[in-house]
């Protein structure tokens, strides 16, 4: 530890949320700084890149007032940290870890570095148990395990707030198990951040939660700590004090664009709509610091939100993160606007961790091969759908005419369940109750002894 | 060769600049920092050098010195390699994990292949003459892999070993040895040990390269008989997410017919990887009775893993696996996934500002690829004995928004000889593996052909055929039923609508979680598609007599030729057999 510390009141360029520090030859890559301004107003900032004799330092709450002639920083001699402790649990922090709720800050028991450090792929253990979160879409067809990455697709206007809320109230891990939450929200609206607020209370969840919150008007370059720094809280409560923490994020939508914005004011290549080239692997560092680590007793299960723009599941957010998250669940417009609640639009979604969490002994043994005949059934009777819409009912086989009904009944009942919680058995008893408006000889994806069982139709 | 010593200028995520490296050689190694971050030169101006750094920058500060001893990057080669799994630059991770726990710190180095001693059985004596590519013994590696030691090639690149070692022998060892100890000392005083390093960017040389004559064997239907790889070929799997490519690659990773599996897990889920390492020493690989693991090397840089190493992970699975092709043995190399090595080059190439191509890709991303993928190939061993080895490439790509027409999928496109695309529709009816057969294509089909008429059977060739066929036609059908309905089409067309589809739900679809279906034997394949065929033959004659197309779709013989998959292997051809009977 030195004593020695470095100022320089040397800030040559100011661009967007950038400041250009010459001679700055002490600071290192990622280390904090304090952006003094002639005010006396203190804010941080962060080294992004080191060139010959320049700095480029990004400050979290925005550059106005700052100035070339009396603005100085202040070399912290330290990366991005916050403080952990148990303490956390039942607090709300505003986007960068500071305490947001009036009352004095933890003691904390680690400062840990924000950024934290990829898990050796040796290290961890593989995800096995199955979380029921009271969804039939979810528990059904796109089972969420512990340690998995599995984000929710929304689009404007549809409630995947609502979902990520009765996902907090309703998730059971086998009892006697620490559980907590971690929430890390990017760029919301005060009305998002009451209904989260409320939500926890009313759940009873809130003094297991730990909140970070960045608000619609709070500065865009803290966006890009928020997630980091609950993911370093959950990473905590998960691997130290033997939590299972479920760590949702929103709107990672925001977060991107804070990114773009950081990208464009450095003035890189921009890689597609303008996003970085890097960002996926910047949303790597994020979404895959979910998991398990072998000897530990905690995990991380991440939910992240985000909004596609214009409902486009191939926009570069939405696809970066499918590519890296372990699935997605997918909200469809047209199934909101019929008053289904939740509006989970089954055929894109996926969960990839599925298998680990369900067959005998977790859930059913017949689980997987029910889910993909819910599944083929789902999309041959959207097809027939289609096809009645062109050449009328009447062109139709009696065959076509009992998959119509399957997916009438299918959206109307398995989907929309509103708010009811139901157990697994629930689920998979309605899976068979809807496969039985076929004939048993349609369901060849189910194996024959499991048909002749539990077939009703 | 001497040490050259610089200090960092700058530093820009995972580049370094570096000034005063004066005689700094091209792609050699450089050492940044005071923890010794391993980086690579990838560009020189003057007396200051560009590094693509390993490991992460965070924290590195300008002036700090950066040495480079003018070594390429290299990988060691040699007993231990098998069940291993390594970093993007060659680390052992278990040991990691052990020295440094469950976080990959960095500045951590390690000693590579060095922590075991093994067993040596001498191949040669005192005054046998070796030259390049030779077996001077072997190292029982395990119960499956007997590793041949072979005399180091010679490599341009490598100041170790210009000219290859060549000689009398004048001393053999046996017994337990270490990996950097002298097994075969020649007359002139070289000395070969158990492991020998090379530089991973310059392919391992060979006598020949030999034409692909033979198939790659996966068990899966829809690779095996439509779509067939050449033993010592390349095929590439793209398809948007949640298509399937990682499930593709690790069935054929369990499955396939190959001595050795490498594989790279290229910038994809630590999940994924660790489903690979708990699932393969538990699996039993069926033609050997032993666990996959053995088998099999991982060279894992997940996508949080610094970036730079991405970029080198697949050219050291490409060296591990011609290594083992030295051997004579046949290699797949799995690369899951080459788009995300693509974006490691163009994150390096943005940071070096150099000029962009399309999409941002650096120009030279085709030829990048180009090279990669060469490195595939059936080929004659260097050395006396003739031994012939293989390199089957099989490579993920993944477009973003699963539009094929992006850069990489184009690059990959130009060189590989089988396009097995996935597509997204299939895989939301939960059709897998989702390969699109109207756009998937194999360049070795018409070679392999002389193979399956000799090895399978005399109308193999002609049953695909028909098979390709009938789907081209059902295909047709479905978009007249889109206007005019079903009701409306003659029975003959019905027919072939519903043989399309039991083409696609039975022969095509194939799960792997169905233990009597996930490995297919070429037999099964065969008489599955014989038994279409002929029911699709015999529906058409009842047909032509009057009978009612439903009555022949709601024969028991039809429910029976729908759970087909559910047959055994070993059992399939008497089964086949009888239902063949009970459709006469």
């Not at chain 1, 898990?119 to 009271?134: E, L, V, Y």
């Not at chain 1, 996902?167 to 760029?187: D, L, T, Y």
């Amino acid at each position: 530890m030195t004593l020695l510390t470095y100022e320089y009141q040397s800030i040559t360029g100011i661009s967007g949320p950038l400041i250009f520090v010459e001679g700055a030859a002490a600071g290192s890559l990622g280390e904090m700084v304090e952006v003094c301004l002639s005010t006396g107003e203190k804010r941080k900032g962060q080294i992004l890149q080191m060139m010959e004799g320049l700095a480029v330092v990004q400050v979290l709450e925005g550059t106005s007032g700052i100035d070339t002639v009396s603005s100085k920083i202040i070399l912290k001699g330290e990366t991005a940290k916050i403080g952990v402790s148990l303490d956390m649990l039942g607090r709300f922090f505003n986007g960068h870890g500071e305490p947001a709720d009036g009352i004095s800050p933890i003691i904390p028991a680690a400062r840990l570095e924000i950024n934290g450090l990829p898990i050796n792929p040796a290290a961890r253990d593989k995800p096995a148990h199955f979380i029921q979160t009271g969804i039939s879409t979810i528990d059904g067809l796109n089972t969420l395990v512990r340690g998995q990455k599995l984000p929710i697709f929304s689009g404007a206007g549809l409630p995947a707030n609502e979902i990520a809320a009765q996902i907090v109230r309703q998730a059971k891990v086998a009892g006697g198990e620490k559980f907590s939450i971690v929430f890390g929200a990017m760029g919301i609206t005060s009305r998002e951040a009451f209904f989260f607020k409320n939500a926890f209370e009313e759940s009873g969840a809130v003094e297991r939660t730990v909140a970070f919150i960045n608000m619609a008007e709070d500065p865009a370059i803290e966006r890009l700590f928020t997630p980091r720094c609950a993911l370093t809280a959950a990473e905590y409560l998960a691997f130290e004090k033997g939590h299972h923490v479920l760590v949702i994020l929103t709107d990672m939508t925001s977060y991107c664009e804070a990114l773009r914005e950081i990208g464009s004011a450095r003035e890189e290549i921009p890689g597609r709509r303008g996003y970085p080239g890097y960002m996926y692997t910047d949303l790597a560092t994020i979404y895959e610091r979910a998991g398990r680590i072998k000897g530990k007793e905690g995990s991380v299960t991440l939910i992240p939100i985000l909004t596609m723009p214009d409902d486009d599941i191939t926009h570069p957010i939405a696809d970066l993160s499918g590519y890296i998250t372990e699935g997605q669940i997918v909200l469809s417009r047209p199934l909101f606007r019929k008053g289904i609640y939740p509006p989970v639009d089954v055929l894109p979604s996926l969960s990839r961790l599925m298998n680990l969490g369900i067959g005998r002994e977790k859930t059913r043994d017949y689980h997987r091969g029910a889910a993909d005949q819910l599944y083929s059934a789902y999309a041959k009777s959207r097809d027939t759908r289609r096809l009645s819409a062109i050449i009328g009912e009447e062109g139709l086989t009696d065959m076509d005419k009992r998959y119509l009904k399957f997916a009438d009944e299918f959206e109307k009942i398995f989907v929309g369940q509103g708010d009811a919680d139901r157990s697994i058995d629930e689920t998979l008893k309605l899976g068979w109750k809807i496969l039985s408006i076929l004939p048993s000889t349609e369901l060849i994806r189910i194996r024959e002894e499991f048909v002749e069982k539990y077939y009703t139709g | 060769m001497q040490t050259i010593k610089g200090a960092i200028s700058g530093v820009s995520g995972s580049t370094v600049t570096v000034k005063g490296m004066d005689g700094a050689r091209m792609h050699t190694v450089a050492f940044v920092g005071k923890d010794g971050l391993l980086g690579e030169i990838v560009r020189i101006h003057g007396e200051q050098v560009v590094l693509q750094v390993y490991e992460d920058t965070t924290g590195l500060s300008i002036g700090k010195e950066v040495v480079s001893c003018g070594k390429p990057l290299t990988v060691r080669l040699g007993p231990g390699l098998l069940s291993g799994v390594f970093d993007g630059i060659q680390r052992p991770l278990e040991a990691l994990r052990l020295k440094s726990g469950a976080f990959i710190k960095k500045g951590v180095s390690l000693d590579v292949l060095l922590d075991k001693k093994w067993e040596f059985i001498p191949r040669v004596k005192k005054g046998d003459a070796v030259e390049p590519g030779d077996v001077v013994g072997i190292v029982r590696e395990n119960q499956i892999i007997e590793h041949k030691i072979i005399v180091p090639p010679p490599s341009v690149s490598s100041p170790l070993n210009k000219g290859g070692i060549r000689g009398v022998v004048k001393e053999v060892r046996k017994g337990v040895i270490a990996g950097d100890e002298p097994v075969v000392i020649l007359e002139d005083g070289s000395a070969i040990s158990l492991y020998q390093e090379w530089p991973v960017r310059q392919p391992r040389p060979f006598k020949e390269r030999l034409s692909p004559n033979a198939p790659f064997l996966t068990g899966q239907r829809i690779f095996d008989v439509l779509f067939p790889v050449a033993e010592g070929g390349t095929a590439i799997v793209p398809g948007g997410f949640g298509t399937g490519k990682t499930i593709v690659e690790q069935t054929l990773a369990r499955y396939a017919k190959s001595d050795i599996i490498v594989y790279v897990g290229c910038g994809e889920r630590g999940n994924e990887m660790t489903e690979i390492l708990t699932d393969f020493p538990k699996l039993i690989d069926p033609s050997t009775g032993l666990p996959l693991i053995l088998r099999t090397v991982l060279i894992v840089n997940t996508s949080n893993m610094p970036v730079a190493a991405r970029e080198a992970s697949i050219f050291i699975g490409a060296t591990v696996a011609e290594y083992f092709r030295d051997m004579g043995y046949s290699v797949a190399l799995m690369i899951d996934s080459i788009s995300r090595w693509a974006e490691a080059l163009r994150e390096i190439s943005s940071r070096m500002e150099e000029m962009p191509g399309e999409e941002g890709y650096p120009p030279y991303l085709a030829t990048r690829l180009g090279n990669f993928y060469e490195r595939a190939g059936k080929v004659k061993c260097l050395g006396n004995n003739n031994r012939t080895g293989s390199v089957t490439i099989i490579s993920a790509v993944s477009p973003p928004g699963g539009d094929f027409s992006e850069p990489v999928t184009q690059a990959s496109l130009r060189v590989a000889g089988a396009l097995w695309a996935l597509d997204t529709d299939l895989a939301y009816r939960r059709h897998f593996p989702a390969v699109d057969w109207n756009k998937s294509f194999s360049l070795y089909y018409n070679s392999l052909k002389d193979w399956f008429l000799k090895e399978v059977a005399e109308d193999a060739v002609l049953l695909r055929d028909c098979i390709m066929k009938m789907l081209e036609r059902e295909g047709e059908l479905k978009e007249i039923v889109q206007v005019i309905g079903l009701e409306a089409l003659q029975d003959v067309d019905r027919l072939t609508m519903e043989l399309g589809r039991i083409v696609k739900e039975v022969f095509l679809r194939q799960s792997v979680f169905n233990e009597a279906d996930a490995f297919c034997t070429m037999e099964k394949q065969y008489w599955m598609m014989k038994c279409i065929i002929q029911f699709y033959n015999k529906a058409k004659d009842a047909i032509g007599k009057g009978v009612y197309l439903e009555k022949i779709l709601a024969s028991p013989v039809a429910t029976r030729l729908m759970r087909m998959q559910d047959i055994p292997s070993n059992v399939f051809k008497q089964r086949a057999r009888e239902i063949m009977r009970e459709m006469e």
